[in-house]
């Protein structure tokens, strides 16, 4: 007798075992979903500013990059002057960025809303720079604005410190200053962010 009271114990607690384990699963799932559509909500409600985040430090590397690369500035292997292209929206040089002694043409341009950076190698003996094909193309940065705000990437000074003028030539301009407005929806909400640096072109000094 009792050892079918102990049996019959055994499966109340077996049976009462299995019905928790249902509730906390239950609950669990419950939890789980609570959680999943709290991030969902999240996400959307700052998709916005997420995104506009991201693009800002990509902009950022791109922008250190270019200075970094700046200030690598030196004459080319064939002896062509360090400063190639000067415009607002498309900057080229001759440089040695990835120091191998063995200098590059890298340009710097603004594709619509696209900041790219393309990197030639000198082939031959002597050495030949051809712009036909890039060794590299790099993306710097996306949804810059500086078209539609009206501003400059890249702006010029002398020696003095005097901005480029229509007179002002290559080898004149020791100084350059790179500005980025980021905004990947301009018109839906204008809040650009606005990256700027500069160098100093210390080999040309």
Do not use: W
């Not at 789980?32 to 693009?55: C, D, G, H, K, P």
């Amino acid at each position: 007798s009792s050892m079918q009271q102990c049996v019959t114990q055994n499966h109340r607690f077996r049976g009462l075992s299995t019905v928790e384990l249902i509730i906390v699963v239950a609950l669990f799932a419950v939890l789980m979903f609570a959680v999943s559509e709290s991030i969902a909500t999240f996400y959307r409600l700052n998709a916005y500013t997420i995104a506009q985040s991201y693009q800002v430090s990509t902009a950022r590397h791109g922008v250190e990059q270019l200075v970094r690369d700046l200030r690598e500035m030196t004459f080319a292997d064939d002896g062509t002057f360090p400063l190639v292209i000067m415009e607002e929206d498309r900057l080229a040089f001759f440089s040695d960025i990835d120091r191998d002694l063995s200098v590059e043409y890298v340009e710097y341009s603004l594709a619509s809303t696209t900041l790219i950076k393309r990197i030639y190698n000198a082939t031959g003996t002597p050495p030949v720079y051809s712009t036909s094909t890039p060794y590299e193309t790099v993306t710097l940065s996306e949804y810059v604005q500086n078209t539609l705000q009206g501003t400059p990437i890249f702006v010029y000074y002398d020696s003095d410190g005097n901005p480029a003028t229509a007179t002002t030539t290559v080898t004149d301009i020791r100084y350059i200053e790179a500005s980025i407005i980021v905004n990947i929806d301009p018109i839906r909400d204008p809040g650009e962010y606005m990256l700027r640096s500069s160098a100093a072109l210390r080999n040309l000094q």
